[in-house]
């Protein structure tokens, strides 16, 4: 079956074919119904007696609160920080949502802290919804691009933990569709990337690797920068509690599982699931780690086609990780938008289409599936790239 066709009218794009976006229609539908009825039953941003509603973007806001008090080191202080989250909510609530992220995020935490907690809710993840969008649309080169974008099951994951997916791919995703034409800009958006530096691991390999020297050192200026600011404005100590925090965050969430290792979407995480010890999840991590920076290094040095190394560092960046849950895998939505746009200049490799629509069903069932399918689906767009890399030999440019 024919993914999309391209339409005989001048400048109309390309058409999906019937099925593929019935498809994304309902799934889009799906997750507005669903967000809908989540917020009218009160399981969802708000509770049934109009309370608001714990969820992950607490933390962020408890955070931006003691950084706008001049208390910004305290938010890396997990009693604290769990106070001004029951504060948040007006209640006390079981569990706590860790602040994990190094200061610069706090600039976007204290400016959201200033509304409500349910309003700066809503404006986080409804607000920086559309640069997710306009990253996957630049990415395919079509508006059809917006429907892919919104129809990748991953979206409803973030917009329910009002977490930062949209951010993160609208970084990965914007500074790859622009690293060949416009490496400067490229370089801000991959240094900005470093408010969440697991994610990152990869990119200074690949641009190293690839000779792009000038989004390399703007990247790195840009990071730098964006450390100076924090550092002047919250003060020094807020760093030092930042890296002493990190031993602690990873002695509870990947040597403790406070957080449930099904739910780690990672090779650390299948294998503490399974039972391994965490020596074991870390030598499995490892290998996968370095299995995928060796592949993107090998890749950016050689002569493939741009989209197929874009591709595979995005799902590099995901592999190389072992901190990386449901909501982080909007991020998966570039390297297959890639993809498509591969085979919509080249064509679809055999059962290419079926291996992108298995990633996304693995994706999509995870509520249903108490284990890391989407871990399985980084893997499932890991073999595809593969597949792409190895049977297109020749170079070429990525198409305008």
């Known amino acids: 079956m024919a993914v999309y066709e391209m339409s005989p009218a001048p400048g109309a794009g390309v058409k999906l074919a019937r099925p593929v976006e019935l498809i994304c229609f309902a799934l889009v539908v799906a997750h507005a119904v669903y967000l809908a009825t989540s917020y009218r039953t009160g399981i969802w941003l708000l509770a049934s007696d109009g309370s608001d509603m714990p969820s992950d973007f607490v933390n962020v806001w408890a955070a931006g609160r003691l950084a706008f008090s001049g ?9 604290i920080h769990k106070h001004i989250e029951e504060h948040a909510l007006g209640r006390p609530f079981p569990g706590y949502f860790g602040w994990h992220y190094p200061p610069p995020f706090l600039f976007a935490a204290a400016a959201l802290s200033v509304l409500p907690y349910a309003q700066a809710f809503a404006l986080w993840v409804f607000g920086t919804f559309p640069a ?7 990415i395919v080169g079509d508006r059809i691009g917006y429907l892919l974008a919104a129809a990748f099951p991953a979206v409803l994951a973030n ?5 930062n997916g949209f951010v993160t791919a609208g970084l990965i995703g914007g500074g790859l ?21 697991h ?8 641009l190293i690797a690839g000779g792009y020297w000038r989004a390399f050192f703007t990247a790195a200026i840009t990071a730098a920068l964006m450390a100076l600011a924090s550092w002047a404005a919250f003060g020094s100590d807020t760093w030092h509690a930042f890296f002493a925090s990190i031993g602690h965050t990873s002695q509870a969430f990947l040597s403790q599982g406070w957080a449930d290792f099904s739910k780690l979407q990672t090779a650390f995480g299948l294998t503490r699931m399974l039972g391994g010890s965490e020596p074991l999840a870390w030598t499995s991590q490892i290998v996968v780690a370095l299995a995928a920076a ?23 960046a995901m592999l190389a990780t072992p901190y990386l849950y449901m909501y982080d895998l909007v991020v998966l939505a570039v390297p297959l938008a890639f993809l498509f746009r591969l085979g919509r200049v080249r064509g679809f490799l055999p059962h290419e289409p079926a291996g992108v629509g298995l990633a996304c069903l693995l994706v999509l069932i995870f509520p249903c599936v108490k284990a890391p399918v989407g871990f399985a ?10 597949r792409r890399a190895v049977a297109v030999r020749t170079p070429h440019s990525m198409p305008a």
């Open 71 to 79: 208390h910004a080191a305290t938010a890396y202080d997990w009693t």
């Open 294 to 316: 060796g592949a993107n290094v090998v890749l950016w040095r050689s002569r493939a086609d741009y989209a197929i190394k874009a591709a595979a560092l995005a799902t590099g």
């Open 159 to 163: 917009f329910l933990a009002g977490q």
């Open 132 to 138: 997710y969008l306009v990253a996957i649309r630049a």
């Open 177 to 197: 569709v622009l690293l060949e034409e416009q490496p400067v800009l490229a370089g801000v958006l991959i240094g900005l990337l470093s408010y969440k530096p």
């Open 377 to 386: 689906a980084v893997l499932v767009t890991a073999a595809l790239i593969a």
């Open 199 to 206: 994610l990152g691991l990869l990119f200074p390999l690949a």
